[in-house]
């Protein structure tokens, strides 16, 4: 799949945000991709194309004139990652994982003017981490520039409309991957960040304010709460709503919350889920499982009580509860959700399945459930 192609117009839920009154300042085309730093970026790719179906598309390092890094791409449908590592002890990113383990350090949005986007930002209080930049080979040129995000996260504004290479200038192309097994993921359908208590306002407000994104959805703890843990989020979305960034902070329970034990072992703000949409969750998850991917368990009191709590679904119930899908509904439609375990050792990022049938929703109704079957994880850790 060209770059060009990578488009946003077919995502969900494109239609829900309100016009900002103001022009929008920040016009984005959808996410670009996802780069994460991991110890090892050649068993990182090879793990998701293996478990998670993405195609390795292509490659910078050594061999392309890139000498302090190699760096694999991966896709499937509309989702792109790129696993980056460093190639030397003293590399800034040996720093991040040395404090962080594996985990997503850029997320990038797709734009037609990085310059201007990084412009607006940091005039509205952005730090700039990567003042805007060209890159050129053969296949064109492509402008990036990066702003500062919660804890040691960025995003980087990716203008590529004069670039036709595989994925950026000094990237090479990998023609076929044998090892790729594809589940039918779509596109990125939200990115979650973690972040400090009593700092989730302060996180909207930065991408209210700094990114000219607004308010899509909030739960407080009476939402998002069992008897031991707790959490509050906000949904923020950008003007065309291709991008949405929910914020997570902890909230007081009598044990320590998800995302205290996230805080404590990434440690410190950072993604917490990116969330995959499919148009067959039944399909992708017999064969996300099938191939290794490790997801909650949801306990069978969840499914007796599922059709009194959203009614009628076209799922059977005895499928879903077999492969642990959760379901929740809201005023127009349903969505179907389930979570993987953390793909790491610390327990810090993990991923969402999502199909979407009409609901706009994050699966608010889920949270009980959901948190009760992490609690049991965690109290397994030790963490509880
Ligand atoms: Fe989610």
């Known amino acids: ?31 670009d991709h996802v780069e994460f730093y991991v110890g090892n970026a050649r068993q990182a790719a090879y793990f998701y194309r293996a478990a998670f179906g ?44 040395a404090r962080h383990g594996d985990g997503a350090r850029a997320l990038a949005l797709w734009v037609d003017d990085a310059r201007r986007s990084w412009e607006e930002t ?11 930049y060209v890159l050129r080979d053969e296949h064109g040129s492509a402008v990036l520039a990066s702003i500062q995000a919660y804890g040691d996260t960025i995003h980087t504004f990716v203008e590529r409309s004069d670039y036709t290479g595989p994925f950026l200038p000094g990237f090479r192309a990998v023609e076929s991957d044998p090892v790729a097994r594809p589940v039918g993921l779509k596109h990125i359908d939200h990115m979650v960040g973690n972040v400090g ?19 899509y959805q909030h739960f407080d703890d009476k939402d998002i709460s069992t008897e031991y843990s707790a959490l509050m989020s906000k949904v923020m979305a950008n003007g065309n709503g291709y991008v949405k960034f929910p914020i997570n902070e902890p909230a007081a329970g009598k044990k320590k ?3 205290e034990e996230y805080l404590d072992s990434y440690p410190g703000p ?6 995959l949409a499919t148009d067959d969750i039944l399909l992708s998850v017999t064969k996300l499982r099938e191939q290794g991917v490790e997801f909650l368990h949801v306990p069978h009191t969840y499914y007796t009580e599922l059709e009194g709590r959203v009614g009628k679904i076209d799922e059977p119930i005895r499928e879903l509860e077999e492969l642990g899908i959760l379901v929740d509904r809201d005023d127009q439609g349903y969505m179907l959700q389930i979570f993987t375990r953390p793909v790491e050792d610390r327990p810090t990022l993990f991923f969402e399945i999502i199909q979407r049938k009409g609901s706009r929703s ?10 009760e079957a992490i609690e049991r994880e965690q109290a397994a850790r030790g963490n509880l």
Do not use: C
């Not at 208590?197 to 308010?215: C, H, I, K, P, T």
């Not at 889920?366 to 948190?371: G, I, M, R, Y």
């Open 1 to 31: 799949m060209s770059a060009l192609s990578h488009s946003a117009s077919s995502r969900a839920s494109t239609h829900a945000v309100a016009e900002p009154p103001e022009p929008d300042f920040l016009p984005l085309k959808g996410t």
């Open 54 to 97: 993405m195609s390795l598309v292509a490659y910078a390092g050594p061999e392309t004139g890139q000498r302090d890094r190699a760096s694999y791409v991966v896709e499937q449908g509309k989702i792109r990652f790129v696993l980056t590592t460093p190639l030397r002890s003293d590399h800034p990113i040996a720093r991040h994982i």
């Open 122 to 132: 940091t005039r509205r209080g952005a730090k700039s981490v990567t003042a805007p």
């Open 197 to 215: 208590w009593n700092q989730m306002n302060e996180w909207v407000d930065f991408y209210a304010r700094v990114m000219g994104f607004s308010l």
């Open 257 to 259: 919350s998800q995302v």
């Open 270 to 275: 950072g993604v917490q889920h990116i969330a």
């Open 362 to 371: 994050f699966g608010k109704g889920n949270f009980k459930a959901l948190f």
